[in-house]
């Protein structure tokens, strides 16, 4: 019998002991590469802030970095991150490996909340780098780090259209007219689409003299002609390229120019008369740098993306540049068109989220029958 | 050692094995299911109710339960038939379709919506022979219930088959030789018995279906009001950081599950109980 | 759940005993509306699937397949499922132990909280561990202060993996062992046999089939759920990755091929499952026949 209860004994306590090895073989395989990283660069980076300049004997360790960003900057920080890696390399010595993370703006904004390490966050707007700040992991003055508003490049909203553009779209209002199908992700999931339905809003308010009734009915008009509302940017490129369905896509002008280079000679870009400045911010999440001792990388990071070669490989995948040298070089890649502004037009992105797509917001009464 | 326990357990094992079981039952699935409900409770009573009985939300209850009902029928009829054929009949070929009705529970639910829905958008090789007839079948209540059928599909079958094997064929024999025709032998004898698991696997495929997201959220379509599902709107709350809303709209959904399979268990202990005395009685 | 074999009399019962089947022309409407069925719903999806994925050729597919992030989502999704599955067998072991063998209060409610996972959506399945373990939830800021990860890495894939494929093993088990009965057992304790010596030379033997097709299935979903993996991931490339979010990376990335070409891998683990089910029927009808 005793024999029995020690054999239980053991059982219950293998199990327990698996548990626990089961929870605990994530810091076995990240605790080596993070805790060094973490504990060790803080001291070289300080120490070699303080020599002003790196010395070459003294190669510091291995760093690794994670960006976790939105859907339609794959390729962007594909790129970015090995020119970054080797101009780290150059002005420090030293290896750092940067890991992505891609998925919806607001879903990507909660990851890092709910404990995501990210050591920068780069995002679709201001709004979710907002939530992440709100929950403490960063200050409340984030937009202020960096120039330009922490955007380093910026997008708008453009249409893509099927060869020839048989329907003859040529603006927004041209969007509400019977039989045009339109294709935009949903406000509420997609960051992009959030985008999307502002400058659909400004363009409304200004040609129907700002009435809010009228505006909205626009809006409604328009969202009648939207036969699917999938949850990401990429899932409407997709419905609108691989399913066929629809006859002009509402998209980041860099999504639309990547969906160009994909498929070729099919599709044609229409850049409407007016749109919306487009601010995808980036910013450095304090609680997690300063946990990994990984700031001075991190911070490096995200100026590189202002300096004149980060601004090259933005536009060279499509988002329009800050830097004037760079957006005079690429002058031809973009159309040209009025932009209208989050926080000049909208008043904020909290306004705007409180006002169009918080629940009962505009977007909302869109659905709702008898509002 | 036996003898020191109470005389009718003859077995050992149950403090272990119980006590094990209630340990990883509550590990698992209760004290996560606990913080879910915990966390709905950040509302009070009146946001809570308001929570649960937005239009939108209750537009998405329905759909997802009207859909899950609709896959469910389907896989009620087309489960009984497929078991039906795998047990009673002879066809090349019959160990492969066995095999493929488990295939719903190992393809990624998200591979099966992105399949499904290349079958049946309008360019697909389905959605374009359909569309001529103008019924649509992507983006709309119907491509839902076809994933939800999907998904769905091996919980009928693999519920019956087992009690159409087990079936004494003696009753059936004496129905014949008491004169009675095929189809009626079908409907008084063989169905009777079916009822239970039947019931059971519709459950089992109803109940998934209410909660099923990947396979759904690509072939949906996702329009407000219209073919957007409870689950997707748990997401879009969560992707607004609304928590406690989200944690609602979950509550909401799991109670039905919960009452859903508690009816499902009792249906089964009747099953066996109206097993037992048949058996006994024959 | 409880369907382990195609019952071996069953080719007999159809062909030596007319009366008590349908004429040839029903039967072979039947059949026909029966396969009719399973190819516009589980066929179809699979071709799909299988021409999709070579629509480039061979070497795009194989391409597809040795992606170093592919590999590292391999790994993942084998790690997961090889800790997911073994607990989840002991555990349906042991529920289907208590629940069959003794009489207690609760059981049924015991029983609806093992079919739980069944019916709980996937995000849902997800979302309770983040709520619980998450940097916000009730034990983030307890696990943050020992530098404990669960979410956005292996644990949380873990747990929410085994959430999902909870009720496979027991599901399958109970209904056999009900059948059985508790007559072996008890013969074998009144010979004198005890505790774990039961269970191994009585119990298990007469369970096996049933126990292996359950961790099959259990396996299989464990290899790819989605839902609940792809809330508690973060989604990290290369490192918390598994194979059903590496298919919706690609997906996401214009890479329609390759996607279907890592979706095609755990199809064919599905056909290996068949295959392996295949072998389990055909030993047993031997068996049953000696």
Not at chain 1, 58 to 73: G, Q, R
Not at chain 1, 129 to 147: F, M, N, P, R, T
Not at chain 1, 206 to 215: R, S, V
Not at chain 2, 230 to 239: D, F
Request: include cysteine; proline fraction near 5%; hydrophobic fraction near 45%.
């Amino acid at each position: 019998m005793t024999v029995l209860k020690k054999f239980q004994f053991i059982l219950i306590a293998a199990l327990i002991l698996t548990l626990l090895s089961a929870c605990g073989s994530k810091n076995d395989n990240k605790e080596p590469a993070a805790s060094p990283s973490g504990a060790s660069p803080s001291a070289t980076a300080s120490e070699s802030n303080g020599e002003s300049s790196a010395e070459p004997s003294k190669v510091p360790d291995p760093i690794e970095l994670l960006n976790v960003s939105y859907d339609p900057t794959r390729e962007l920080y594909e790129a970015f991150n090995a020119s970054f890696a080797e101009y780290w390399k150059q002005t420090t010595g030293g290896k750092i490996t940067i890991k992505q993370s891609h998925g919806g703006s607001g879903k990507q904004g909660r990851a890092v909340i709910d404990g995501l390490e990210a050591d920068v966050v780069t995002l679709a707007l201001g709004y979710d780098i907002d939530a992440i700040a709100d929950a403490g992991l960063l200050k409340a003055d984030w937009q202020k780090s960096y120039e330009q508003n922490s955007t380093p490049y910026t997008s708008t909203i453009v249409f893509l259209v099927r060869k020839g553009n048989p329907k003859g779209i040529k603006d927004w209002n041209d969007l509400i007219k019977d039989g045009v199908g339109v294709i935009t992700p949903n406000p509420k999931t997609s960051g992009g689409a959030r985008w999307n339905y502002l400058a659909a809003w400004g363009y409304a308010q200004k040609t129907l003299g700002y009435d809010e009734a009228q505006t909205l009915d626009f809006l409604k008009k328009l969202f009648k002609n939207v036969p699917v509302l999938d949850t990401g940017a990429r899932g409407s490129t997709t419905t609108f390229v691989e399913k066929g369905i629809g006859d002009v896509l509402l998209a980041w002008e860099n999504e639309a120019y990547l969906a160009l280079k994909e498929y070729g000679d099919d599709y044609e870009i229409v850049t409407p008369s007016l749109s919306i400045l487009a601010e995808p911010p980036v910013a450095i999440v304090d609680k997690n740098v300063d946990k990994k001792g990984t700031r001075e990388a991190a911070d490096a990071y995200l100026k590189y993306l202002y300096t004149e070669q980060g601004q090259e490989i933005a536009a060279q995948n499509f988002y329009r540049p800050r830097l004037q040298s760079v957006a005079d070089k690429f002058k031809d890649q973009f159309g040209e068109l009025s932009l209208l502004t989050i926080d000049q037009d909208f008043g904020g992105w909290k306004e705007a989220q409180t006002k169009h797509f918080a629940d009962g917001g505009t977007f909302d009464q869109i659905y709702t029958p008898g509002s | 050692m036996m003898r020191q326990r109470k005389a009718d357990r003859v077995l050992p094992g149950l403090n272990l094995s119980l006590g094990f079981t209630v340990a990883y039952v509550s590990l698992i699935v209760l004290i996560p299911l606990a913080a879910l409900v915990i966390k709905s409770f950040d509302l009070s009573m009146s946001e809570w109710w308001d929570a649960v009985t937005d239009a939108r939300v209750v537009a998405s209850y329905k759909l997802s339960l009207l859909t899950s009902f609709y896959a469910a029928v389907v896989n009620l009829v087309f489960g009984l038939l497929l078991a039906w054929v795998l047990v009673r009949y002879r066809f090349p070929g019959k160990r492969i379709i066995d095999g493929l009705i488990d295939l719903p529970f190992a393809l990624p639910t998200a591979v099966a919506g992105i399949a499904l829905t290349t079958i049946y958008a309008p360019k697909g090789w389905i959605g374009s022979l359909l569309e001529p007839l103008g019924i649509k079948v992507a983006y709309t209540p119907l491509g839902i219930t076809i994933a939800l059928i999907f998904i769905g599909l091996p919980f009928v079958v693999r519920t019956v088959q087992p009690v159409l094997q087990d079936m004494e064929s003696d009753m059936e024999e004496a129905a014949v030789l008491l004169g009675a025709y095929r189809s009626r032998t079908f409907r008084k004898v063989i169905l009777p018995e079916l009822l239970p698991p039947l019931l059971t696997g519709f459950a089992l495929a109803f109940a998934r279906g209410i909660g099923e997201y990947g396979s759904v959220v690509f072939i949906s379509g996702n329009m407000p009001m219209k073919t957007e599902i409870a689950p997707l709107l748990i997401i879009t709350k969560l992707e607004q950081y609304q928590y406690s809303q989200a944690a609602a709209v979950a509550v909401g959904l799991l109670l039905v599950s919960f009452v859903l399979l508690l009816f499902i268990n009792l249906l089964q202990r009747w099953s066996n109980r109206r097993l037992r005395s048949v058996t006994k009685g024959a | 759940m409880a369907g382990i074999v195609t019952n071996p009399r069953s080719g007999k019962n159809a062909d030596t005993r007319p009366h008590l089947t349908e004429s040839g022309l029903i039967r072979w409407v039947l059949i026909g509306a029966a396969l009719l069925f399973v190819g516009l719903i589980v066929v179809l999806p699979m071709i799909t699937v299988i021409s999709e994925s070579l629509r480039k050729g061979w070497d795009a597919y194989l391409e597809a397949l040795k992606d170093p992030d592919a590999m590292a989502a391999l790994r993942l999704t084998l790690i997961t499922a090889a800790i997911a599955v073994p607990l989840n067998t002991i555990f349906g072991v042991a529920a289907a132990w208590a629940i069959t063998k003794f009489k207690f209060r609760g059981k049924n409610l015991l029983i609806t909280l093992i079919d739980l996972p069944f019916a709980v959506s996937p995000i849902v399945s997800g979302l309770i561990y983040v709520l619980l373990f998450g940097a916000q939830g009730f034990l983030g800021p307890w696990l943050d202060s020992r530098d404990i990860d669960i979410i956005f890495a292996t644990p949380g894939i873990v747990l929410a993996t085994m959430f999902v494929t909870f009720p496979f093993v027991a599901r399958e088990l109970i209904p056999i062992m009900e059948a059985q009965g508790v007559q072996d057992e008890e013969a074998a304790v009144s010979l004198g046999a005890r505790g774990w010596r039961i269970f191994f030379k009585v119990t298990l033997p007469n369970i096996k089939w049933g126990l292996l097709y359950g961790m099959i299935l259990c396996n299989a979903r464990a290899m790819g759920e989605f839902g609940a993996v792809s809330v508690v991931s973060g989604h990290i490339r290369g490192e918390t990755n598994t194979l059903p979010l590496h298919i919706e990376i690609l997906y996401n990335e214009y890479q329609f091929s390759a996607s279907f070409a890592v979706a095609s891998l755990l199809m064919l683990l599905a056909i290996v499952t068949l295959i392996i089910k295949s072998i389990l029927e055909s030993r047993m009808s031997k068996e049953h026949e000696s």
